[in-house]
């Protein structure tokens, strides 16, 4: 399984929007570092977060239990199993976001953004 992962931070640089159709056709252009945007694969049973770190990223986090939002990314394509959710409104779970700290993914290719912490609405339940 592999998940393409696209940094939330690039957006501002490029005038890219959360909710534009074509990110990661635009990312995959735009020539960005490899710690911004790539494809990495990912072993069943490891969370998100720490996928991406088995692979040598350095994603946000701060309590790694599902009580903050800092690990927050935007799941784009594909689905990951979220097991608890105490901060995340049902309007952001609807969007796709989910804590990356503690969650599976369940399909065998997924697009993300990560590093989405600064959203609004997520700034204020960050620790
Ligand atoms: Fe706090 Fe994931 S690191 S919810």
């Given at each position: 399984p592999h998940i393409e992962y696209l940094n939330f931070e690039t957006f501002s640089d490029h005038g890219w929007?959360?909710?534009?159709?074509d990110l990661f056709e635009k990312a995959a252009a735009a020539d960005l570092a490899p710690e911004d945007y790539g494809v990495f694969s990912y072993d069943d049973g490891r969370n998100l977060l720490q996928s991406a770190e088995d692979c040598g990223y350095s994603w946000p986090f701060a309590c790694?239990?599902?009580?903050?939002?800092?690990?927050a990314v935007a799941v784009v394509e594909g689905e990951v199993e979220m097991?608890?959710?105490?901060?995340?409104?049902q309007e952001m779970v609807d969007r796709?976001?989910?804590?990356?700290?503690i969650s599976e993914p369940i399909s065998d290719e997924l697009k993300v953004i990560y590093n989405?912490?600064?959203l609004p609405g997520l700034d204020d339940l960050r620790l």
């Amino acid at each position: 399984p592999h998940i393409e992962y696209l940094n939330f931070e690039t957006f501002s640089d490029h005038g890219w929007d959360l909710g534009d159709d074509d990110l990661f056709e635009k990312a995959a252009a735009a020539d960005l570092a490899p710690e911004d945007y790539g494809v990495f694969s990912y072993d069943d049973g490891r969370n998100l977060l720490q996928s991406a770190e088995d692979c040598g990223y350095s994603w946000p986090f701060a309590c790694r239990g599902g009580a903050c939002a800092n690990c927050a990314v935007a799941v784009v394509e594909g689905e990951v199993e979220m097991p608890s959710n105490h901060i995340l409104s049902q309007e952001m779970v609807d969007r796709g976001i989910r804590l990356s700290c503690i969650s599976e993914p369940i399909s065998d290719e997924l697009k993300v953004i990560y590093n989405i912490k600064h959203l609004p609405g997520l700034d204020d339940l960050r620790l």
